[in-house]
């Protein structure tokens, strides 16, 4: 069965400090993967898209990596900021004729001042 | 990059009643409309998949006669919540995928509907 399992599912950290946030998928055939963040009562908006031969990719303070190996990935954020807090979702696109798109649980971030 | 715009942001109505929400690609044409459902805290389950001129294809378990999605044009695809009851309450996205974008995803801001 496909699927995508984030941990944690919340992470309270301070401004300033940076943390790492999981990502295990259980996808095949494997086309890509991407990092969302979402802020609350808004629409996901892009990070990060990783394909299978990419091991990192980075957005300004956002690291994302890859494992295509073990199917994991973690995104990595640095520097954190107060703006920061939002849920971060990784998904897996499915190589398929068709569009199909694992969601990940999510990781509730929250920065603090 | 691309927008895609979502209204209404957020609607109440009485149970029993048919609510429509809209997603507008502003600068890009889109080929393929997603439409999902998000409760609290969780995250987006997607309801069903959308080609232009075409009908759209419901995930297991969504009604399609409740849930009825209209992608008439490369610019605009609708999601009409039919006989609205209180556990239609949810927050519905949209996103689009469209020629020049290659992978990428855009997506609405979001409606979130509560049901009296």
């Known amino acids: 069965k496909n699927q995508v399992e984030q941990s944690p599912q919340s992470l309270i950290i301070l401004e300033g400090k940076n943390c790492t946030l999981q990502?295990?998928?259980?996808?095949?055939?494997?086309?890509?993967l991407r990092w969302y963040k979402q802020d609350t009562g808004r629409g996901p908006v892009s990070l990060t898209i990783?394909?299978?031969?990419?091991n990192t990719k980075s957005n300004g303070r956002y690291t994302a990596t890859l494992d295509a190996d073990t199917k994991q990935s973690s995104l990595h954020i640095t520097a954190s900021q107060l703006s920061d807090s939002a849920s971060y979702i990784c998904?897996?696109?499915?190589?398929?004729?068709?569009?199909?798109?694992?969601f990940g649980t999510g990781t509730r971030l929250k920065v603090l001042a | 990059g691309a927008v895609v715009s979502q209204h209404p942001s957020r609607v109440i109505c009485k149970s029993g009643t048919s609510v429509k929400i809209e997603c507008r690609s502003l600068d890009f044409q889109a080929t393929t409309m997603f439409w999902y459902r998000q409760f609290p805290k969780q995250s987006l389950m997607l309801m069903a998949t959308s080609n232009e001129g075409s009908k759209a294809t419901y995930e297991q378990g969504v009604e399609k006669d409740k849930f009825l999605i209209n992608h008439a044009s490369l610019t605009l695809s609708t999601l009409t919540v039919t006989s609205a009851h209180p556990e239609d309450s949810s927050f519905y996205i949209c996103?689009?995928?469209?020629?020049?974008?290659?992978?990428?995803?855009?997506f609405g801001s979001g409606t979130q509907l509560s049901v009296l």
């Open positions: 990783m394909t299978f031969s990419e």
């Open positions: 998904v897996v696109r499915v190589a398929s004729g068709t569009y199909k798109y694992i």
């Open positions: 990502c295990n998928y259980t996808v095949s055939p494997f086309s890509n």
């Open positions: 996103s689009a995928r469209g020629q020049g974008f290659g992978e990428k995803l855009f």
